[in-house]
């Protein structure tokens, strides 16, 4: 009998080792794929168990938590939704993140190897801070006054702090409130379907996610190629460029909102915005060098994130030179979002050269020790130091005896272009009004800001739609503050 | 075991040879209960501190609750069972214990239902139960007296649910004003005392007699008739119970005693076959059990649907969120597995809670239990002591198995209640009564002098007592 009963015994020693290897397969070779399956509620439980961590501007945070009670227990809060959508983006526990709140997203809900003090042990742990914080570069009363200024207008302002690449507004008008998306329900759905339909795309983030023809203001970037190349080597000398002028190789003639515009020198073109004198500026320098000045201001990347990624601002490699001609306007398929059009005024404010656009200065642990900071980092040297500071005399003449006027601020150096960019199938559709510029206090050593309006103003009629008559005032207002808070900042 | 030196005096014959003092171990085995209740207290305020902060309240109440439980257990083994193994009641207070840690950690998790106070009350009076059967059966032979009078009351526990509404498609349970319990539960001990006795008596006739069909000899219809129908009786009505879980291991009980009785293992064969086409019926015919088998065969079907997890594909996220070393003591979700994860799944509670780690550690818990009901298998003379102690363990190892390879995807899924830990008031009872039968079990194997001239025969010692 006692061989029978080793015998079981051993039957039974198989069945343990049967459960000890099963157990091991569920429980480590196959955790991560069950851990993975979209239908384990355990990351969102895990993700949302905790506040996350906050977004602040001006030391504020402008987000919060509020304890549901539900399973997801925190909830997402925004103090100021609307106004910071475009840089917040929503934390939603049915349809994800976006913008900074993706960007950030391991920091903010805690998961970043780097809030750990001793990170190779949390990955064994798999333990979790809380969530750390996200300090933001936005200055809020910039923010306010450019929110304030579109005024529901279809449209976005980008400003930054030439110098350092720190964006100081980022504004996308309208916007929405990001924290009708953050829990989960029948709530929830409704609003994002409602967002999703609007005729309004509320959620588009226009001022990075959105291109635009950026019509004249895209004279700038020619006026920097044309120099940068020879092509003008005297801003004040005559052009040789007729009027009107007839695209290359057509009959196609293009005209002149301005007057006097025949043969006209290169600061009167920026000045008064010449089509013809710079559409044949273009066609001097040549599709080569115009790609090459063109992507040393960032257009054609697509791998600009700051951090959240940033739509490519499009300038065609191959075209013939009517197509060459109509695009050194700002026209054809040229296309930038209005943070390219704030670095295009940065480059020429901080003498040709773009620093890195970042719309974080640094993130925190929970507990406000630094865990990362954002350093300047240099983008493109866009064009000679030289150049920038041709341009930056052209631009300033412009606000102050041009089409820009409406800029101006007293006690401050400002250079201007404004922009009127036609678009839709023959130009049919209501033109986009542009204004980018920089300013500088007279008393600083370098420029507070730089800054990039586009108003796609539906209502408004045809004839009235003007860079310097819509976007100006909104520019201005920006760069007034962002002047007030530079001199609040040297102590004056 | 060397020879007894030859003496006439009945005293005498059995002792060790001088010098040779068999040790009692009830030091060690004071020494093991204590510690089971400090972990099992450690648990207790783990759980507190993990979910509030704080240790719980009645933390040093829960201890000294459990603690005098067992000192209460402790006592009557050493005043009526010396000799007994001294690993069997630590390791029943520590998965009891275990058990209550883990239902207290998931009642927090559901308000409505608070199952950890009346758990208490059942392990109590299941160690009040384990307490008078080592106090009042002096000797197991005197169950076998009994064993018919068992096995009619088994099969009639078996059949009393049936007359009882159907709980979550299961006719398993007797409910008599609020309360509820398992018939079945209590019948796989008086069944296990049957097949020991019976077997035990009629072994060498199993054995050695019948008529030879082709290579397999079968025993004459005369002493097989009436173990198989009580057997096919017991599995027919708990298949009839939708009660799949008992009637498996009931069948794996049987075969595993019929094959140590008479070392045939053409039975097993037999048995397997058997097995194996029952279950392909049950499994195909019957929708409840049919449903749990696709469940197994794909676990993630219903998600692919867009039903969601089901409860195999909840408990094995469970399962694998605990990794190595678990997410500790309540920080897990299991409780996403929702309706019996207190009962059938509670083991995906320790598996995400206390990892691979912890499960190994409670697997190897079960094992040496039921290793100790083996060794003390061998180490007794008596076939029914023998047979006893096999089937006990074995109901023992085979439940550990069915419900953990059920829950983890190895089987398919059969509602069974995890020994001790599970929340069930006639399984932690019944497991209970397990323990002190072989605690008894084990006396009588490691006491020096076996009392075989009060009553008992002595078995013969025939020719494969190797």
Known sequence: MIRYIRRAAALCLVLLVALLVNAARVMV????????????????????????????????????SRDSGQQLRYE????????????????????????????????????????APLPLWNDVSRGRQPGGDVVTTIRARMQEAAYRGLDGRRGAVAAIEPASGRILALVSSPSYEPGVLSGTGPAVAESWKRLNTSPDQPMLNRAIRQTYPPGSTFKIVTAAAALDAGVVTDVDAPTDTP?????????????????????????YAIQWSCNTVMAGLGVKVGLTDMVTAVEKFGFDDTGLRIPSWVAKSNFDTDMSDDQLALSSIGQFDTAATPLQMAMVAAAVANNGEIAYPHLVDR??????????????????????????????NLM???????????????????????GTAQHGLGNTGTPYAWFIAWAQATDSAQPAVAVAVVVEDAEASRTDISGGGNAAPIARAVMEEGLRLEAEGRGR | MTAPPPTNTKDARDAPPPGLRIPKRRGVELSLLVCAVLICVYGYAEVGLARSGAVPPDAARYGAGLGLLALLAHLAVRWRAPYADPLLLPIAVLLNGLGLVLIYRLDLETPGDRAAPTQLVWSTLG???????????????????????????????????????????????????????????????????????????????????????????????????????????????????????????FFGLFVIMLYVATGR???????LVLAAAGAFLVGSLEPHVHSRVQDWLDPFASIRAGDGPGQLAQSLFAFAAGGMLGAGLGLGHSVLIGFAAKSDFILATAGEELGLVGLTALFLLYALLVARGYRAG?????????????????????????????????????????????????????????????????????????????????????????
């Not at chain 2, 074995?394 to 983890?408: E, P, R, T």
Request: proline fraction near 6%; include cysteine; charged fraction near 15%.
């Open chain 1, 29 to 64: 070779f196959e955790a991560d794929a069950y851990d993975e399956n979209p239908a384990n509620r355990r990351i969102a439980i895990t993700r949302w168990g905790e506040p996350r961590g906050e977004i602040t501007v001006d030391g504020h945070p402008v987000t919060g």
């Open chain 1, 76 to 115: 997402r809060t925004y103090t100021q939704g609307p106004l910071y959508a475009p840089v917040t983006g929503y934390a939603s526990q049915t349809y994800g993140t976006t913008l900074l709140e993706s960007a950030e997203d391991s920091l903010l809900s805690g998961t970043d190897p780097m809030l």
């Open chain 1, 243 to 267: 009027d009107p002028f007839v695209l290359p190789g057509t009959r196609q003639v293009l005209p002149n909102e301005a007057t006097g515009c025949a043969d006209a020198s290169l600061a």
């Open chain 1, 363 to 392: 993130t925190t642990t929970a507990g406000g020790t630094t865990v990362d900071t954002t350093g300047r980092r240099s983008y493109r040297q866009a064009m000679r130091p030289s150049t920038a500071n041709q341009l930056q």
């Open chain 1, 396 to 418: 300033v003449r412009a606000v102050e005896e041009g089409t820009g006027t409406n800029a101006a601020i007293p006690g401050a150096r400002v250079g201007g272009k404004t």
């Open chain 2, 127 to 249: 160690v009040g139960l384990f307490i008078v059967v080592v106090l009042l059966l002096r000797d197991h032979r005197l169950l076998q007296r009994y064993a018919y009078l068992s096995v009619a009351t088994a099969l009639g526990l078996m059949i009393l649910p049936i007359f009882f509404p159907a709980v979550n498609g299961a006719k398993i349970w007797i409910r008599v004003g609020g309360l509820s319990f398992q018939p079945g539960e209590f019948a796989k001990i008086l069944l296990a005392v049957f097949f020991a006795a019976y077997l035990a008596a009629n072994r060498n006739a199993l054995a050695y007699t019948g008529r030879t069909v082709w290579r397999l000899q079968f025993p004459t219809g005369r002493v097989l008739g009436p173990i198989v129908a009580i057997w096919l009786l017991s599995v027919g009505v708990l298949v009839l119970e939708r009660d799949l879980g008992t009637s498996l291991l």
């Open chain 2, 265 to 271: 293992t053409g039975w097993i064969a037999v048995g």
């Open chain 2, 378 to 466: 061998l180490a007794l003379r008596d076939p029914f002591g023998r047979l006893l102690a096999i089937g006990l363990a074995s109901i023992l190892a085979l439940q550990v198995f069915v419900i953990a390879g059920g829950v983890m995807g190895l089987i398919p899924l059969t509602g069974m209640a995890m020994p001790f830990l599970a929340q069930g008031g006639s399984s932690v009872v019944t497991n209970w009564i397990i323990v002190a039968l072989l605690v008894r079990v084990s006396d009588s194997a490691r006491t020096p002098r076996p009392d075989m001239a009060d009553g008992g025969v002595i078995a013969p010692i025939t020719e494969d007592e190797r």
